[in-house]
């Protein structure tokens, strides 16, 4: 199945909680900007890490935000980047 390209980002109170997710989204993306990943996962990848960000997650004091944007070759190509600090290029970002 084609892999697809996900922007994770959280804002997380706990810094013990903030570390654990951090860790879960460097195994599996690329880290782009502060609390921010792209993620080049198969549908099958993507289950498991929501799943795995969810057990993390305090949905009372934390927040998540997870947007598909779309086949990973096509968002790849969509994707414009400004500023002073380069992200990590996403040919890098693993494939799940």
Do not use: H, N
Request: aromatic residues 10%; glycine residues 6%; hydrophobic residues 40%.
């Amino acid at each position: 199945m084609e892999p697809r390209l996900y922007l994770v980002s959280y804002d997380v109170s706990c810094p013990k909680r903030w570390r654990r997710i951090y860790k879960t989204l460097k195994r599996r993306g690329a880290w782009q900007q502060l609390s921010a990943f792209a993620c080049r996962l198969t549908p099958r990848a993507f289950a498991g890490l929501e799943r795995d960000l969810l057990e993390l997650v305090d949905a009372k004091g934390d927040r998540l935000m997870i947007a598909d944007l779309g086949p990973a070759a096509e968002a790849e190509a969509r994707l414009r980047r400004y500023g002073e600090r380069e992200p990590l290029p996403m040919a890098k970002v693993r494939i799940f």
